[in-house]
């Protein structure tokens, strides 16, 4: 069966870092668009970045300015998502997906196959 099991979330403090991973299994990772989510408490779930399956082209979410990076290596069937210069307002649950979705439907989390159960990353002010 498929999974998507993320890691990498923790407490940091506004201004700092993380490194999130998105281990897949049970499907042809390579075939496969990823992209990460992310959902505050009461707040709907809103897109963070994509990257196409061959990994040379990618999205970001508006608010991103640079400061996140999605990459994957494919020959470790894992995604990852680099978040800098994190501000409180982005604490939440960061989930990754993954589906084979076109490029109209890559900021819907409905149009995603697969999804993990996410990581928290809380940003301290």
């Known amino acids: 069966q498929v999974q998507l099991v993320e890691s990498g979330g923790g407490l940091v403090q506004a201004g700092g870092s993380l490194s999130l991973s998105c281990a897949a299994s049970g499907l042809t990772f390579s075939a496969y668009h990823m992209a990460w989510f992310r959902q505050a408490p009461g707040k709907e779930r809103e897109f963070v970045a994509h990257?196409?399956?061959?990994?040379?082209?990618?999205y970001y979410a508006d608010f991103v300015k640079g400061r996140f990076r999605i990459s994957r290596d494919n020959a470790k069937n894992t995604a990852y998502l680099q978040m800098n210069s994190l501000q409180p307002e982005e604490t939440a649950v960061y989930y990754c997906?993954?589906?084979?979705?076109?490029?109209?439907?890559?900021?819907?989390?409905?149009?995603?196959?697969?999804w993990g159960r996410g990581t928290q990353v809380t940003v301290s002010s």
């Open positions: 997906a993954a589906g084979p979705v076109t490029k109209s439907g890559i900021r819907i989390p409905e149009t995603y196959d697969y």
């Open positions: 990257i196409f399956y061959y990994g040379g082209s990618t």
